[in-house]
């Protein structure tokens, strides 16, 4: 998996000058949030840091549990996984023509989010802990109504295709996956996660979902 790749894919957009174009299609849809989603208080410059922010995690995300796969002898696991989490963020499925620099990031990298939630969850449902303990649910949903529902169900299903062939409920019964959880020691997984730092936990500082 190349990061340095994924790394210069980020830079280049920035690079680009495209924030423009991402900020005037954002204060399209300022005003047009999810009721349950409080914009940040600066409005506009707010949500653009979290936008960024949620971009730019990427690479680093899949650098992390890459290294913690290696180290904690998930590569059989993860590693696919993560392969194709950083596919779509470099060759995501076809996009609409007006989505470029970094408004083609933000959708390449919900692909990616999402497909992590996605193991996670279903990692989580048979092992009884998440695989990788990043919780970006709540931002994967903020950015799911930002692309709107229509598309954002649309990358939904890819995300669901792709999962449902790399990790098949047949996987979670087989004795091979019983093996992996005798094994898989998680305190020592979660002293490799401390390793790097939680860059989730920024995504909520500008932008949060509001109480029920």
């Not at 922010?53 to 590693?79: C, F, G, K, M, T």
């Not at 996984?81 to 023509?97: G, I, N, Y």
């Amino acid at each position: 998996m190349n990061i340095t790749a994924l790394r210069d894919s980020v830079q280049r957009a920035q690079q680009q000058d495209q924030q423009a174009l991402l900020r005037e299609w954002l204060a399209d849809r300022l005003p047009h949030l999810h009721s349950s989603i409080v914009p940040p208080a600066n409005g506009i410059e707010g949500l653009m840091h979290f936008v960024e922010a949620y971009i730019q995690e990427v690479p680093d995300v899949l650098e992390a549990a890459q290294s913690v796969a290696r180290q904690a002898n998930l590569e059989a696991l993860l590693l696919p996984v993560l392969r194709v989490a950083a596919d779509f963020f470099l060759q995501p499925p076809e996009l609409p023509a007006a989505h470029h620099g970094m408004l083609a990031l933000l959708d390449e990298a919900y692909l990616a989010h999402r497909l992590v939630e996605e193991v996670n969850d279903r990692y989580a449902s048979h092992g009884g802990v998440p695989l990788i303990p990043l919780d970006t649910t709540r931002a994967n949903l903020i950015v799911h109504h930002l692309l709107g529902e229509s598309f954002a169900n649309q990358l939904d299903s890819a995300v669901e295709a792709a999962v449902n062939g790399l990790l098949p409920a047949s996987l979670f019964a087989s004795e091979d996956f019983q093996h992996l959880l005798d094994r898989l020691d998680a305190s020592q997984r979660q002293q490799l996660w401390n390793q790097w730092p939680c860059l989730s936990s920024r995504l909520g500082m500008d932008i949060r979902l509001a109480a029920v």
